[in-house]
T-cell receptor
Framework: SQTIHQWPATLVQPVGSPLSLECTVE??????LYWYRQAAGRGLQLLFY??????ISSEVPQNLSASRPQDRQFILSSKKLLLSDSGFYLC?????????????FGDGTRLSIL | GENVEQHPSTLSVQEGDSAVIKCTYS??????FPWYKQELGKRPQLIID?????GEKKDQRIAVTLNKTAKHFSLHITETQPEDSAVYFC????????FGAGTRLTVKP
């Protein structure tokens, strides 16, 4: 069966520091991959999605970036974090070969910027 | 692009009552409509979904209805229990999936 792993589970970072969050999927090939941010008590904001290695689409302009160096690995990065980057970051995958499939979420990373 | 609106934003019901959450979407090409449940501090989890060739789907106490003409779909939870308390998200999808803003459901014992 397919599984999705995200780490770390929690992270406290100072303003201006870099960021790297990693997500990996097992048990499937060529998945669509997604990064979402969720502010406290709010909805899901799509940040990036990827349909294949090296293919990244950005939904909102910001100081974050994403990369997909391998088929089942998705990385969210920042060179300099802002206070507004605090939130709950969720990675998700869906079957890439078939349209209109559910997205399956990882356990998330709770990021606090001090 | 697709725009999904979800109502109400908060909903409080007594244990055993029914709860209904409604969503509307803008893109008539959307043909897949999942619902997610997110407990506090946890990840959203798929609870039920429906495709555009079906008008209603039921899974035990949960049902979803879809009206493609009016472009709205609803989640129905019957015989609610305290463990149903969570935030529920609807979504609509063509090639992209767009989520509603969420409904915080509280079931009072």
């Amino acid at each position: 069966s397919q599984t999705i792993h995200q780490w770390p589970a929690t992270l406290v970072q100072p303003v201006g520091s870099p960021l790297s969050l990693e997500c990996t999927v097992e048990g499937t090939s060529n998945p669509n991959l997604y990064w979402y941010r969720q502010a406290a008590g709010r909805g899901l904001q799509l940040l990036f999605y990827s349909v294949g290695i090296g293919q990244i689409s950005s939904e909102v302009p910001q100081n974050l970036s994403a990369s997909r160096p391998q088929d089942r690995q998705f990385i969210l990065s920042s060179k300099k974090l802002l206070l507004s980057d605090s939130g709950f970051y969720l990675c998700a995958w869906s079957a890439g070969s078939i349209n209109n499939q559910p997205q399956h979420f990882g356990d998330g990373t709770r990021l606090s910027i001090l | 692009g697709e725009n999904v609106e979800q109502h109400p934003s908060t909903l409080s019901v007594q244990e055993g009552d029914s709860a209904v959450i409604k969503c509307t979407y803008s893109d008539s090409a959307s043909n897949y409509f999942p619902w997610y449940k997110q407990e506090l501090g946890k990840r959203p989890q798929l609870i039920i979904d429906i495709r555009s060739n079906v008008g209603e789907k039921k899974d035990q106490r949960i049902a979803v209805t879809l009206n493609k003409t009016a472009k709205h779909f609803s989640l129905h939870i019957t015989e609610t229990q305290p463990e149903d308390s969570a935030v529920y998200f609807c979504a609509a999808s063509t090639n992209d999936m767009r989520f509603g803003a969420g409904t915080r459901l509280t079931v009072k014992p």
